[in-house]
Each structure stands twice: as structure tokens, then as C-alpha cells.
């Protein structure tokens, strides 16, 4: 596409990258499949411990989306073709193999065989595994076959070793610039990325991070954030012990590098186990910070951050004590402030954490999310009500304010206009409401009814007879 268009390549490629991104951050606040329904098997899911509304335990059917088209199985390392679909990869590399030069769902002619990894499409699946309480699909390990091999021509490895060696230097100069070039060389392809990491650039990179001149430090993280799109060097940017350093620049670095250390940690989030690593070395306090006090970018760069992390269940409670929810009720409250979508979507997930419940329903969260039920877009009603579901389970005060808060209409219109989840998670809380109320007026009936039944002799009264 760049080539077709002409022009400056660098340019037409920043464009494509800030699109990308949007695109990204749409899709993990608005998919529409986070908390599918759950019907048809009769197996306990593992480790939930949660009934469904009817009181049986059920298995969730899998969301189409998340299905290889090819196999229909629940995708383990979901790729993109060239024509947009998304496939499991050993599917599709066998389709590949067998010499069809097509995209299997819609016979279009595939312009290349490269194969993308889905990782936004790979943190929903794991999302809805935890929200479900099944165990998340786990990717096979790379093959040889599989690995990125750089294709860089021998004078640009020569000019990597020499930045390298600039980045090696004890000159703070060459250390600025080499960090510079090697940010602008990992930004523009993936052979480039392959070939700087291959060359050893990352633990030298993870040195600058601590260093106290913030435009080296700015070169640095940048440069980190580039070389993590490609898959095989997340692991290798966790293994040199980057995470600390990522951290001491989201704490003290300047506003651009503080965002895009928060948007590196969720580039490497994407790897299921580095959202255990990096929740234990400190990051989730001062992502909080930073969706608190940043800029509208390092605002959602922050949220982005969070809402992938917190899909392990173990740092929900380190974003909770850190001080999120408060913060987020801030930014839901903010005419104009434009993290809404973030905002609930962050909350929906830590509802469903016992910390995370109560500290909402401490804040005095329900008359804003009846308001959201009421007035918000289709995503956000459903958001707003998957909150709300969590906070009247087993706690009768919500549902008393809800409906206080005149949430009764408001939840009839989006059981019957809103999205699937949200018309789901309607149908709960009237149920829930109509089932509490019932229960009330029972209550009072039988008082009522033993107050008016005649009340026997007192044994006073009998003996003075």
C-alpha cells in the first residue's frame, strides 16, 4: 500500500501505524464478545465457582470470533492474513503448504503469505477464558520454522554493529544518537527489528533506561516499544530485565517517554506470562498515576495498559489498591474528558474481583452507571450493566438504589435494543430486581399477617380471671 501510494515512505507509514492504533484501541473497548453466553453443556467451568442466574453450572459456548474459521476451535495464536481474516496459525500454514494461494474464507488471492500475529484478538480470547474461568489456550512453542529471520541486506547490519558500538560507548552524545537511529530503523520494518535484536541492541537499550538525560531515555523506550511488535523479542526485552527499568521511566521519565513506557508494557502484556511479571515488579501503581495525570495520549495509553493487564486475575487487586476505581469513576464523571469507553471497560473487569466490587460500590458508583444504562452508547450500557450485575450479586443495597435511581426502564430498553451482552446482563438484574421485590413484599405480607392474628391470654391475665 505504501508503494502503491508514493511519496515519502516514513510518512505514509506513520499514518498506517497511528491508525493501527486507533483501530487497536477500539477493538478493546468495544468487542462485543467479552462475556459471551453460556448454555448447552452441563460441565462446571473449572476454578469459577459461580452459578449462572438459572442456578445450574454451564460451560460458555465459544464466540464465533474466536473460532478458526479453518478448524472452528478456539484459536491458540491467532494470525492475520493478507486479506484481514484472522486463522490459527497451524491451520492456516498447513493450508499454505498444500499450495493454495487464496484466503480460505473468502477465495480472495492472497498478495503475500505473511502471517501476522492477532495480539489484540489473543488478550479478548484470554479475557473471556478468565471471565469464564477456563483455562486460557496455550501457544505452541516456536517452531525453527516459525522464527522471524532477518533478511537485512550485509551493509545494514554493518550500520547496526556501528550503532552498537555508539550505544556500547561511554559518550553520552553517541549514546543519544545511536538510541535515536535505532528507534527510527526498528520503527520502519520487521527485518529491521529482527536484525537489531539479533545484533544484542535490546540489553543495551535496557540500559539507557535508567540513564538521567531524558531525550537518551525518550530514544530508549521508543526503541523498546518498536523492537517489541515483533513476537520472538517480547521475551527476549522481559529476559534482560527491562520491566524495572520501563517502570523507573513510566515513574520519572518526561510526559512522552512515561507514555510510551506505558504503551511498551502492553505490547509485552500480550505474552500471557509477562502479565504476571510485570504486575509483580510495580508497574500497575504508577500506570495508575499516569491515567490519573497524563495527557489525553498517555491517558489511553495508561487504560490500555490496564485493561490488558488486569485480565489476570492476580493483579486485579494490585490495581484496585493502587487506587484505580476512584480514578476511573473521575474520568467516567469528566464532561468532554473522552475515556468513557476506558473507563468502564476497566471497571467491567474489575467487578468481577471481590476488592474491586466493593470498593466501587463504596465509591457510590450506581447512580452513574444507571445514568450510563440510561443515556450511553450500546457498549457502554452493556459495560455499565455487567458492572451493576456484579455489584447486586449478593448485595441487596445496590439493587434497592437502582431502582431508586429509576434503572427499571432504562434496563427494559436495552434488554430489548442492546447489544447481545448487554442484553444479557438486562435480563439479569430484572430478574434479580423482580426477585428481590417479590421477596420483599412476601416478607411483608407475613408480617403483616401476624400482627393482625389475635394474640393468646398472658398467663397474668388468666390467673386474674
Known sequence: MVAATGGDPGENIEKMSMLLKKIKDFVQTENPNLDAPAREKNLPPSGSGQAFADGSHKTPVIPDDFRCPISLELMKDPVIVSTGQTYERSCIEKWLEGGHDTCPKTLQKLTSAALTPNYVLRSLIAQWCEANGIEPPKRPSSSGSNKNVSTCSPAERTKTEILLHKLASGSLEDQRSAAGEIRLLAKRNADNRVAIAEAGAIPLLVGLLSTPDSRTQEHAITALLNLSICEENKGSIVSAGAVPGIVHVLKKGSMEARENAAATLFSLSVVD???????????????????SEGTQRGKKDAATALFNLCIYQGNKGKAVRAGVVPTL???????????????LAILAILASHPEGKAIIGAVEAVPVLVEVIRNGSPRNRENAAAVLVHLCSGDQKHLVQAQEHGVMGPLVDLAQNGTDRGKRKAQQLLERISRFFEQQKHTQAQIEAHIQQPQPPTMANSGDS
Open 273 to 291: 506470562e509477562n502479565k504476571v511479571t510485570i504486575g509483580s515488579l510495580g508497574a500497575i501503581p504508577p500506570l495508575v498515576t499516569l491515567l
Open 329 to 343: 469513576m473521575r474520568l467516567l464523571t469528566e464532561t468532554g474528558g473522552g475515556m468513557i469507553d476506558e473507563a
